[in-house]
Nanobody, 124 residues
Framework: QVQLVESGGGLVQAGGSLRLSCAAS????????MGWFRQTPGKEREFVAA????????YYADSVKGRFTISRDSAKNTVYLQMNSLKPEDTAVYSC?????????????????WGLGTQVTVSS
């Protein structure tokens, strides 16, 4: 079992930055691939970024490539999402997820565990 808790969301002006954190508890966090997804009301949850178990491979949605960076610190059982050059369309609830297969994927349904999410609001 893995429990995930996100933090770091908030209100920021367009062009600003935020860093989201996802703290994991439970067994074998270092074996899990981790992903970030986001959701706005009335829309499906969409992939943002993913990182494999070792941190050697990362994956990004086209909409955030070059602006967002995913990283992990296995010693702290934490995965991060650094978000720069934020746009109003980045406004959403951001959730982290864990996939025991370890390789990292964009596929939402593959993930085994989810956090409750943190709100990010970007004002224009």
């Amino acid at each position: 079992q893995v429990q995930l808790v996100e933090s770091g969301g908030g209100l920021v002006q367009a062009g600003g930055s935020l860093r989201l954190s996802c703290a994991a508890s439970g067994r074998s966090f270092s074996n899990y691939a981790m992903g970030w997804f986001r959701q706005t009301p009335g829309k499906e949850r969409e992939f943002v970024a993913a990182i494999n178990w070792s941190g050697s491979s990362t994956y990004y949605a086209d909409s955030v490539k070059g602006r967002f960076t995913i990283s992990r610190d296995s010693a702290k059982n934490t995965v991060y999402l650094q978000m720069n050059s934020l746009k109003p369309e980045d406004t959403a609830v951001y959730s982290c997820a864990a996939d025991y297969r370890g390789s990292g994927t964009r596929l939402r349904d593959v993930y085994d565990y989810w956090g409750l999410g943190t709100q990010v609001t970007v004002s224009s």
